[in-house]
């Protein structure tokens, strides 16, 4: 009985506690991200109205590699309280029937705004500055783009540079990132 009680405890402790589960959509559902009615301009509202930068993540079922961050990188802790001090994250499914309304208004399934974005892999996450201009669809609102699955010390430095507003000075996202991870590897 002791051993079975060591053996279930210790499975316990290898599953991380932000670990997203599985919904009945295929698609992992972290803790941080919101259900809302995927408006857009009104996703945006809310995500100023906290403070916080709004970000799209467009998954699809079966995706390795939106399980490696899933159950990889965004339950570790320093990228999960990032994200849930700093985000605002609306999934969407690249083959989904939920529609969206863009920034520019357009109503669309999820299914059919990914083909307008012209979103070919998952995960691709979708980062927003606080205001976007009227007409302006998602791509061309959005102040960075990343698609696939990316290690802890990238992601967490796109969290960063995104919300740091890195977009609007002088050095590239690479840039920043190789100075940070210089620093993140040393200590």
Not at 77 to 91: G, S
């Amino acid at each position: 009985m002791r051993r079975i009680l060591a053996t279930l405890l210790a499975l316990c402790l290898a599953v991380p506690l932000t670990a997203a589960t599985v919904g009945d959509d295929g698609l992992h559902k972290a803790p941080w991200m919101r259900d809302t009615f995927k408006d857009l301009r009104e996703d945006l509202e809310e995500a100023n109205a906290e403070g916080k930068r709004l970000a799209i993540i467009i998954e699809q079922r079966g995706c390795i590699y939106c399980k490696k961050m899933h159950e990889e990188v965004f339950p570790d802790a320093d990228i999960d309280a990032y994200i849930r001090a700093n985000y605002f994250v609306v999934q969407i499914n690249m083959y989904g029937d939920v529609e969206v309304t863009d920034f520019d208004g357009e109503t669309l399934a999820e299914k059919d705004i990914v083909k307008k974005w012209g979103a070919l892999f998952t995960p691709l996450m979708m980062y927003f500055p606080e205001e976007v201009p009227e007409g302006v669809a998602a791509p061309q609102a959005a102040v960075a783009q990343v698609p696939g699955a990316f290690g802890k010390w990238t992601t967490l430095n796109m969290l960063t540079w995104v919300n740091e507003k890195g977009y609007e000075k002088e050095e590239p996202f690479q840039k920043y990132h190789a100075r940070m991870l210089q620093t993140q590897l040393s200590e």
